[in-house]
């Protein structure tokens, strides 16, 4: 009952939607729409299927090598040198993704609530819990994923009283855009879906039922998928195609307009329910760089490494003062993310079968 | 040769056989029982020759060893011997001075005979027993349902248990802690539920109890619980056989110590610190909305102080236009930051409710009356805070006391300052920030090494039957899996007449 370092496919599940959903559904809407116009839904959806394949590449990787981390495999297969060098990209691809996760959260919490508070406050609020998450086995983290998506349904219903009044016009014509349009909105869309590389590295903790549990835990992406079909719909429908491409947060605009008796700013609540969930992806992405930090050093801690990466990924999101070379580095990242969440798997996979590697079938 | 002698004399590993008088014995006892004056020798002329009694005197019901010296003396000119009975059992002659001083510490009064050359040793027990009656204990109060509480006697608050399990299953295992006090204690639970590895656990931590006397129950708590510097507990303490009654069916495992009318019950979740058996006796209606209002009082005592401080001094934006206008009167003109009048106003409480339970009842009252009536209504007149602030304090602090367990109101009522603060800081965003920690300490706290949230993170269906709302007793057909219990079933079908009726 207390076997370290084991999760179950639900588990699974969560860690990948709570480390999908993160700092960036806020803006999704709108960087999407600006290619996509009112068929940004449509280019979503695409996302989700191609992400949804590549999930499924990460799945036989799995399957074939089911005793191994992704590091593991990559060794097998590239060799230990070539292997190391991965690593070491990796971990700069995570300690990145750490910096830029924590420069957009800054961006937001003081474009909207702390204009004033310094930066270097804001980022250790947000360190603080991280940590002291993190640095935990993937066991309490799971569960820690599975408590914070009770949120997520209120996000659902928050954002739900949209439809009392919805404009259902604005979504037309559908497919309007053209195809070319469409095709170009996948590449936000897809990174807006950033996190389900998650399944490569959480899924080495699935061991009960491996293929049962991995099979389910492989529907994340399209629940993910849906989630923010759902929004830009509901963003849509509340603000015209022109205006959305102006407001730099619509779902924040939103709540802002909705009128509660209860409460006025409804923005202000959802606001913090949405830094709870950007955390929690957030220390997805800091147990990664701590782990594959670990696995670079062979007998790293896990603690220890939690703080390295910690240390470095604030330390460089403070270093950057002018808000577009933040944009610049954010804009490297997202290209390169899919030689990481896509190529090198499938390099990997396809290198396992050109060396023939046992790869064993387990049947349990 | 005397010294010699003389360590002879005092050595605690002698035995009774190699003594040769009476008197040597008794001298040497009272010599490893320190020469206490309260240990009594009282020498006895039986049917064949001199016995000695040594016993504490305060230990013992002297009407009662009466009749037992009564009792061994007649049987001793009858036949020669006396029987085992309850009270009266033989001790070995090979007993070495240590073990003869353990018993007569344990309140056991022994008689001892030289007959032919060999000694006759007679343990008597007839302990005093000036203990409270059985009363409902006045910290769980209840409406419905058993008034009985335990009191200070192991003996009696283990026929409590028994009389409300009569099974086969429920196991009674004594332990002695405390190196100088030697206060027995139990560890009670039901073999057939309970799992093995948790009382194992509970056993082990209490026997490495290296303290020199067990002051309560609640002092051996800190001892054995899992993480101290949590601000949580994580034994549940219940002064009421029903509850632990109810938790031992559940796997749970308790542990009682003689003198504390406590029991301590582990592995436990932080939900069974928001149950009562209130909410069991009533029907399931009322006993799941109970328990949703305990539940939300949680929140509001934690909360409410952090977020009306939040509310007013970052985000007044978020009040409704018709509640702007009256709140900004009432926080206008307050010379203070909110931060402060909160923390003012709560020591206040907190030094009203200490006040309160070191007096005597009616004075008590007064107290009340004068810090809650007088001080609030005059703290508004002279304008040091404001009348929203009253109320948000006044609603936390009888939220805080909710909770049907003591310790989980202190828990409560000391960690909303943290909040507090962070509010005063940061507004909605340091709230946000302290629920994670909180959330974070949460996951990671555990009980018996069970985890403390336990039906929420891991999430159960099975055990969510018994967590925000209470189903109908019928339903809850499965033992919640926090106490990872070896036997999941509690019960059958009870109700298979609902569908005889319709055939």
């Known amino acids: 009952m207390n076997a370290k370092n084991e999760i179950t496919g639900m588990q699974l599940f969560f860690i990948i939607v709570q480390t999908q959903i993160g700092v960036g559904i806020l803006s999704m809407p709108t960087d999407i729409g600006k290619i996509a116009k009112q068929d940004a839904w449509i280019s979503m959806m695409l996302a989700g299927i191609t992400v949804q394949i590549i999930v499924l590449l990460y799945m036989f990787l799995l399957s074939k090598f089911p005793e191994d981390t992704y590091y593991g495999m990559v060794n097998k297969c590239f060799g230990s040198i070539f292997g190391k060098l991965i690593m070491f990209a990796y971990i700069i691809y995570f300690l990145s993704v750490l910096v830029v996760s924590m420069t957009g959260f800054y961006q937001i919490i003081a474009s909207w609530i702390f204009f004033e508070t310094p930066k270097w406050v804001i980022l250790l609020l947000f360190a603080v819990p991280a940590v002291y998450m993190a640095r935990e086995n993937v066991v309490l983290l799971a569960r820690f994923k599975m408590l914070i998506s009770f949120l997520l349904p209120l996000l659902f219903v928050i954002l739900s009283w949209v439809y009392f009044h919805p404009q259902f016009l604005y979504l037309l014509p559908v497919g309007g855009t053209g195809t070319q349009a469409i095709l170009e909105g996948i590449k936000p869309a897809i990174f807006a879906l950033m996190g389900f590389e998650a399944y490569l590295f959480f899924g080495y903790y699935v061991k009960m039922n491996r293929k049962k549990e991995l099979r389910k835990a492989a529907f994340a992406t399209a629940f993910v998928t849906s989630f923010y079909v759902f929004t830009i719909i509901t963003t849509q429908v509340f603000f015209y195609i022109e205006e959305l491409i102006i407001v730099p947060y619509p779902v924040l605009y939103i709540m802002k307009a909705l009128e509660f008796t209860l409460l006025e700013r409804i923005d202000l609540i959802f606001l913090t329910i949405w830094m709870i969930i950007a955390l929690s992806s957030f220390i997805s992405f800091l147990f990664l760089a701590a782990n594959t930090l670990e696995q670079f050093f062979s007998k790293g801690k896990h603690t220890l490494m939690v703080y390295i990466s910690i240390v470095i990924s604030y330390i460089a999101a403070l270093l950057p003062t002018s808000i577009s070379s933040m944009d610049k580095l954010t804009s490297i990242l997202l290209s390169t993310s899919l030689v990481f969440t896509a190529a090198i798997p499938l390099i990997t996979l396809l290198l396992s079968f050109i060396r023939k590697l046992p790869g064993k079938d387990i049947k349990s | ?503």
């Open chain 2, 1 to 503: 040769m005397e010294k010699d002698n003389k360590t002879n004399t005092h050595n605690p590993d002698k035995k009774v056989c190699e003594f040769d008088s009476l008197d040597d014995l008794f001298s040497d006892v009272s010599f490893f029982l320190g020469n206490t004056q309260d240990f009594i020798r009282r020498s006895i002329s039986y049917d064949d020759g001199e016995a000695v009694c040594m016993y504490i005197q305060n230990l013992l019901n002297s009407n009662k060893l009466e009749q037992a010296i009564e009792w061994f003396q007649r049987s001793m000119w009858a036949v020669g011997d006396v029987t085992h009975t309850v009270n009266f059992k033989y001790v070995s002659e090979t007993e070495t001075i240590n073990d003869i001083g353990l018993r007569i510490i344990k309140a056991e009064a022994l008689l001892w005979a030289k007959k032919d050359g060999k000694w006759l040793g007679v343990s008597i027990e007839c302990p005093v027993e000036h203990y409270r009656a059985i009363e409902e204990p006045k910290n769980e109060q209840i409406v419905r349902g058993s008034h009985a509480g335990f009191n200070e006697s192991l003996f009696t608050n283990i026929h409590q248990v028994r009389t409300k399990l009569r099974t086969k299953h429920l196991v009674v295992r004594y332990l002695t802690i405390g190196k100088e006090s030697n206060t027995s204690c139990v560890i009670m639970y039901l073999d057939n539920v309970a799992n093995q590895m948790n009382v194992e656990e509970y056993i082990m931590r209490v026997q490495a109890i290296e303290s020199d006397m067990a002051f309560s129950i609640g002092y051996m708590e800190e001892f054995i619980e899992d993480d101290s510097w949590s601000p949580f507990p994580q034994f549940l303490n219940t002064e009421r056989p029903d509850r632990v009654v109810a938790n031992l069916s559940e796997g749970r495992i308790a542990l009682m110590m003689e003198g504390s009318p406590t029991a301590l019950l582990a592995p436990v979740n932080f939900f069974s610190f928001y149950q009562s058996p209130d909410d069991f006796n009533g029907r399931f209606l009322v006993g799941s909305f109970y328990r949703l209002l305990r539940l939300g009082s949680f929140l509001i005592a934690l909360l409410l102080p952090a977020l009306y401080i939040a509310i007013i001094s970052f985000h007044f934006e978020i009040i409704p236009n018709d509640l702007s206008l009256p709140a900004k009167r009432a926080v206008e003109g307050i010379p203070y930051v909110p931060l402060l009048e909160a923390l003012v106003l709560e020591l206040t409480i907190e030094l009203i409710r200490e006040a309160g339970i070191r007096l005597p009842n009616p004075i008590g009252q007064t107290i009340g009356i004068v810090g809650g009536l007088v001080i609030g209504d005059a703290v508004v007149n002279a304008g040091l805070i404001s009348n929203l602030m009253i109320i948000v304090v006044a609603l936390t602090a009888i939220s805080s006391f909710v909770v049907p367990s003591v310790e989980m109101n202190t828990t409560v009522r000391i960690l909303r300052f943290p909040f507090m603060v962070l509010a005063s800081m940061f507004g909605l965003f340091g709230i946000a920030i302290g629920a994670t920690l909180l959330t974070i300490h949460l996951i990671k706290l555990e009980s018996l090494r069970s985890p403390y949230l336990s039906p929420l993170a891991p999430f159960h269906w099975k055990g969510a039957k018994d967590l925000f709302v209470r189903l109908p007793s019928w339903k809850q057909n499965t033992r919640s899996a926090d106490a990872s219990p070896i036997n999941k079933k509690r019960q059958g079908n009870s109700r298979w007449w609902t569908h005889e009726r319709e055939k």
